[in-house]
């Protein structure tokens, strides 16, 4: 199975056809949770995990479809974005680290 993130919002500010993204709490909730994780690439993803090892992204339709057919097709790919995701998300991401991470920039003791 692969589950599928889509970063992109509905905003004024920005056309239909060129909606912008954002990282949504659902790119640490899916691979925390052992998901073969496949999302739209949004800014900062590479600051939360290894894309193409950790989790896949795409940037349009047809790269995403590639993509799914990729991983339909490689047990194996899937396997390790499982667990390489996984191992990430509870390693860095977790509650307890992103506290640590906002305490430290703040310099609170």
């Known amino acids: 199975m692969v589950t599928l993130g889509v970063s992109r919002y ?8 060129k ?4 990282s949504r709490l659902r ?5 925390m949770l052992g998901a073969c994780y496949l999302t739209e690439y949004t800014a900062g993803l590479e600051e939360l995990y290894d894309l193409g090892s950790e989790i896949e992204t795409y940037s349009n339709v047809e790269e995403m ?8 097709k490689d ?3 899937r396997l ?9 998300a509870l390693s860095e991401h977790s509650i307890a680290n992103s ?4 305490k430290l920039q703040l310099n609170i003791k």
């Not at 390790?80 to 990430?88: D, I, T, Y």
């Open 80 to 88: 390790q974005l499982r667990n390489m995701g996984q191992k990430r």
């Open 99 to 102: 506290l640590a991470k906002i």
């Open 75 to 77: 047990k194996q790919l």
């Open 65 to 72: 479809a590639q993509k799914i057919e990729k991983l339909q």
């Open 27 to 31: 790119d640490i909730e899916a691979p």
């Open 10 to 17: 509905p905003s004024f500010r920005h056309s239909l056809t």
């Open 19 to 22: 909606p912008d993204t954002y």
